[in-house]
């Protein structure tokens, strides 16, 4: 099926381990997009690329680091895991216009 | 800025009882607001879109309406398998396509 599709979809993590989260999209989207979900915070913006070869920092960039691999593929790396990285990651992506995102189903992490 | 706050934060309702959530924002020239639907453990699902003041969408029992400071989230009848978390988001003209979510509003439907 067409969409976002994410992996892993879940990972336990010592701290101060390395690990990169994959995303891919079959849409031809321009846009991608890397959020994180937490209880009572809602989702917030890590990183974002608006077209291929751009990448730019969003709300809550520290400790991650993204790579546009292709127009298809958005990659996002925690160097050193810490707990407070504990989450639910989303990746997403979208046409620039019309606007709007296709949602993956998520990468749950913990960190340990 | 732009800043998006949905209430309330949790409603619960009967099989049947109508309601409405509430999104108001502040954004610097709207290009877009969002409502989406997401489900435990799953990503958000797209709903509708809204892109000025007065426009209204309709999909099943659900209605999304504008207006320049608020967008509703109409739900007429409801069953449980309505019962999700509702994410309102708005994108503004200098965002750089990038979406502001709200906190969302957690619905559940007891038959």
């Known amino acids: 099926n067409a969409g976002v599709t994410q992996t892993p979809k879940f990972q336990v993590l010592k701290t101060g381990q390395s690990m990169t989260l994959q995303c891919a999209q079959d849409?031809?989207?321009?846009?991608m997009y890397w959020y994180r979900q937490d209880p009572g915070m809602g989702l917030r913006l890590i990183y974002y690329?608006?077209?291929?070869?751009?990448?730019d920092k969003g709300e809550v960039p520290n400790g991650y680091n993204v790579s546009r691999l292709n127009k298809r593929e958005f990659s996002l790396r925690l160097e050193s895991a810490a707990p407070s990285q504990t989450s639910v990651y989303f990746c997403?992506?979208?046409?620039?216009?019309?606007?709007?995102?296709?949602f993956g189903s998520g990468t749950r992490l913990t960190v340990v | 800025e732009d800043q998006v706050t949905q209430s309330p934060e949790a409603l619960r309702l009967q099989e049947g009882e109508s309601s409405s959530l509430n999104c108001s924002y502040t954004?610097?020239?709207?290009?877009?607001l969002f409502w989406y639907r997401q489900d435990p453990g799953k990503g958000p699902e797209f709903l509708f879109t809204?892109?000025?003041a007065g426009e209204e969408k309709e999909k099943e029992r659900l209605k999304a309406t504008l207006t320049k400071k608020e967008s509703f989230l109409h739900i007429t009848a409801p069953k449980p398998e309505d019962s999700a978390t509702y994410l309102c988001?708005?994108?503004?003209?200098?965002?750089?396509?990038?979406?502001?979510f709200g906190k969302g509003t957690l619905l559940t439907v007891n038959p």
């Open positions: 997403a992506s979208s046409f620039q216009d019309p606007p709007g995102y296709t």
């Open positions: 849409m031809n989207h321009n846009s």
């Open positions: 690329s608006a077209s291929e070869g751009t990448t």
């Open positions: 954004v610097s020239g709207l290009r877009g």
């Open positions: 809204l892109y000025s």
């Open positions: 988001a708005v994108q503004g003209g200098g965002s750089n396509y990038k979406l502001t």
